[in-house]
C-alpha cells in the first residue's frame, strides 16, 4: 500500500507494476535499442532511498550533499558493474547486490534513466541496515552510463 500511495502521489500517469510490487518509471530513452552482452562490463550512477526521501547511498556527489551522506574520503563516479546470465548473479565492485537493484540494471540499456520503485521482498526485506528500516520499500534513480570500452 505504501507503494502504491508513493505513486499516485508523486506521478500523474498510471504506473503499472512490471512484476509484483516492483515498479519502472523511464525519464530518459535509451540511445540504442541493442541490450548489452549478458556478462559485459558497464558503469552506472545512481542514487537509492526511502519512499519519504531520505537517501541512503549514492554515486554522485551533489545528491550525498543535499542527502547528508557527503565524505571527502569516498569518490562520487559512475561505478562498474558486470552483467551475469542471471541478474541474480550481478556484481556492483566485485560484490553481490540485492535484487530489485540488480533486476533494474540487467534490463537497463546504453544512456537511460529510470526510477525503480520495489517491495522489501527484492530489497533487504526484515533485515535492517544502514539508513534503512526492516521491510522497506525502495526507490533507486539509476544512470545506464556505457561499458568500459567507450
Do not use: W
Amino acid at each position: 500500500d505504501s507503494i502504491e500511495n508513493y505513486l499516485a502521489h508523486n506521478y500523474k500517469e498510471k504506473i503499472d507494476s512490471v512484476k509484483y510490487g516492483y515498479y519502472y518509471i523511464q525519464t530518459k530513452a535509451p540511445d540504442t535499442t541493442e541490450s548489452f552482452d549478458e556478462t559485459a562490463t558497464v558503469y552506472i550512477n545512481y542514487t537509492g532511498s526511502l519512499l519519504n526521501g531520505t537517501i541512503f547511498d549514492t554515486t554522485v556527489e551533489d545528491r550525498a550533499k543535499d542527502g547528508g551522506l557527503y565524505s571527502k574520503s569516498r569518490s562520487y563516479e559512475p561505478v562498474k558493474i558486470t552483467l551475469a546470465k542471471d541478474h541474480k548473479d550481478l556484481k556492483l565492485n566485485g560484490s553481490n547486490t540485492i535484487e530489485g537493484f540488480s533486476y533494474c540494471i540487467s534490463q537497463m540499456k546504453k544512456g537511460e534513466k529510470g526510477t525503480v520503485i520495489f517491495v522489501s521482498k527484492y530489497g533487504y526485506d526484515y533485515q535492517s541496515q544502514n539508513k534503512i528500516p526492516s521491510y522497506s520499500p525502495l526507490r533507486f534513480d539509476v544512470e545506464m552510463i556505457g561499458t568500459e570500452k567507450e
